[in-house]
């Protein structure tokens, strides 16, 4: 992730952020609109008011509005408040809608988090959200559709830690997890036709079903599961045998092989190419039926229509 610079200009430091900072933590917010992080630093900078932060972020791109070392009015805590006076701010950009746009303008956000961390020497307890300084309900979509604690985890993730332990039934969920989280996940994905074992443990099986199924129903396949996924797998009908819902899928590989089973020990019957769509009848541990009779193909090269 690369962070591109559109600073302050010193003509707008007595209105912007006047005051020399030595930071001690990040804050976190939500913008209230769907503008990118391009847009809103341009509009910021391009009034007189005294509203600033150091960085916004969007699912694309990280702009870098403030100097760290100089302090931003965005908490809400009055000119010698601590949000205000010692806090490095961002900005999480298209939290009106939010969405899949959203959540992963959340996860720059994560990333940039980590890395303010890392390179301060900080601990997570140093990342407080707006809510902390003034009482305003900022970021209101991670506390409304996620959680406080999902984002830390986020934050977490980026610096290699374990995620913090909770009684949530659906919490984020990454490669090398463990747990009775797991566990549910792998029990939902084994009713779309996977076939993992139950163990709890979220190694190259479970992740590769993961992705297979974000594909499969047109979320981005980073084998991430947070809201987005986990609203799909709980509201995704059984994929048996009996009463399978049919559906169709369209190649994304240049050649793909059509197999006589579900798996790369069965014999190749024929090919197929990209752009082809077909009819999937049935789903065993992440291939697909085609309701040709020709064979089983991989799902995992294919995207949902």
Not at 68 to 91: C, L, M, V
Not at 110 to 127: E, F, M, P
Not at 240 to 268: D, E, M, Q, W
Not at 291 to 301: Q, R
């Amino acid at each position: 992730m690369t962070i591109r610079e559109n600073l302050c200009p010193d003509s707008k430091y007595k209105t912007k952020c006047p005051y020399t900072m030595a930071p001690i933590g990040v804050c976190i917010h939500n913008t209230a609109n769907d503008a990118t992080a391009k847009n809103e630093v341009s509009y910021m900078l391009g009034n007189g008011n005294k509203v600033s932060y150091h960085y916004a972020v969007d699912d694309k791109e990280i702009v870098h509005a403030i100097p760290d070392n100089r302090n931003a009015w965005h908490a809400g805590d009055g000119g010698k408040g601590t949000g205000n006076r010692k806090y490095i701010s961002i900005e999480i950009c298209y939290s009106k809608s939010g969405g899949a746009r959203f959540e992963k303008a959340m996860d720059n956000a994560a990333w940039l988090t980590a890395k303010l961390l890392r390179d301060h020497g900080w601990g997570i307890a140093n990342v407080k959200k707006h809510q902390d300084f003034s009482g305003k309900y900022c970021p209101h979509r991670i506390l409304d559709d996620y959680g406080w604690d999902y984002f830390l985890n986020l934050v977490r993730a980026e610096l290699g830690q374990a995620p913090e332990s909770t009684e949530d039934t659906t919490p984020l969920l990454l490669y090398g997890y463990t747990g009775e989280a797991v566990k549910r996940l792998q029990t939902i994905l084994n009713t779309q036709g996977f076939d993992l074992e139950v163990d709890g443990s979220f190694g190259p099986a479970t992740l590769a079903a993961v992705k297979a199924f974000q594909e499969n129903n047109g979320l981005d396949p980073d084998g991430k599961v947070g809201p987005l996924t986990w609203g799909k797998l709980l509201n995704a009908a059984p994929a048996t045998a009996s009463g399978f819902a049919s559906y169709l899928v369209r190649v994304t590989a240049a050649v793909l092989n059509v197999r006589k089973g579900p798996g790369t020990g069965y014999g190749i019957s024929t090919t197929i190419r990209k752009g082809e769509v077909y009819t999937i009848v049935d789903a065993q541990g992440g291939w697909g039926k085609l309701k040709s009779g020709a064979g089983w193909i991989n799902l995992a090269y294919t995207a949902r229509k």
